[in-house]
């Protein structure tokens, strides 16, 4: 079985100052980095931190619509970073990155897509969010997983009980907060070929559980 790269991970849905603060108090050399709720004048201090942190390698990284060519080539330069994910229908006026760049299982695809970046993202709680609740949405990414590579994966949270998310109308169950570590269990549900190489713990949790969270999953393969 290919070895698994799973990272403890930096959010931006959370004060992230404190965990790149708590990366270093653990000795953390190597995460990946989801900025994806800082708008581009606020990343310049994202990275001025990380800059003075003891993180070496950032391999795996979630952009944004408004990332640009030098800023990915500042983060291939400087961490490492090789795989990166991105929402559909937020396309890059670069290309040189497209085969690095892989669309993540959010809502419907636009199918068009693929054609462009090197293949799918699977977010795991996603992925059992439509599972649950969303069957044609489920049997519609099943239908990508089945004709595309994955490249890289998110693991998050499920909630035991549906809450309603205003913003989309609609009842979900996935969630960056993972309540026990039991709780991943739902990933035995799932095909080790759904599983690739770098997989990240979208999670809210401090980053000691999700080193905890990491050691429950190398145990399930």
Not at 13 to 34: C, H, M, N, Q, Y
């Amino acid at each position: 079985m290919e070895e698994k790269s799973i990272l403890p991970t930096i959010v931006t849905t959370v004060p992230w100052r404190e965990k790149i603060k708590e990366a270093d108090s653990l000795g953390i050399k190597e995460i990946a980095l989801f900025p994806t709720f800082l708008k581009k004048h606020e990343r310049p201090e994202l990275y001025r931190l990380l800059g003075k942190s003891k993180i070496e390698r950032i391999p795996f990284v979630h952009i944004r619509g408004d990332f640009d060519l030098a800023e990915m080539d500042f983060l291939a330069k400087e961490y490492g970073s090789e795989i990166f994910n991105t929402h559909p229908n937020e396309p890059h006026p670069f290309h040189e990155y497209d085969k690095k760049i892989y669309m993540e299982n959010i809502f419907f695809f636009n199918e068009e897509e693929f054609g462009r970046y090197a293949g799918i993202s699977i977010d795991f709680s996603h992925l059992e969010n439509d599972r649950q609740l969303q069957s044609a949405r489920f049997a519609h990414v099943e239908k990508n997983i089945a004709s595309n590579v994955v490249g890289c994966n998110h693991i998050g949270g499920i909630t035991r009980i549906a809450y309603l998310r205003e913003d989309l109308n609609e009842y979900r169950c996935d969630s960056h907060w993972l309540d026990k570590i039991s709780d991943l269990d739902y990933l035995k549900k799932y095909p080790e070929k759904y599983f690739s190489k770098y997989i990240a713990l979208e999670m809210e949790n401090p980053l000691e559980t999700q080193l905890r969270a990491k050691e429950y999953i190398l145990n399930m393969f």
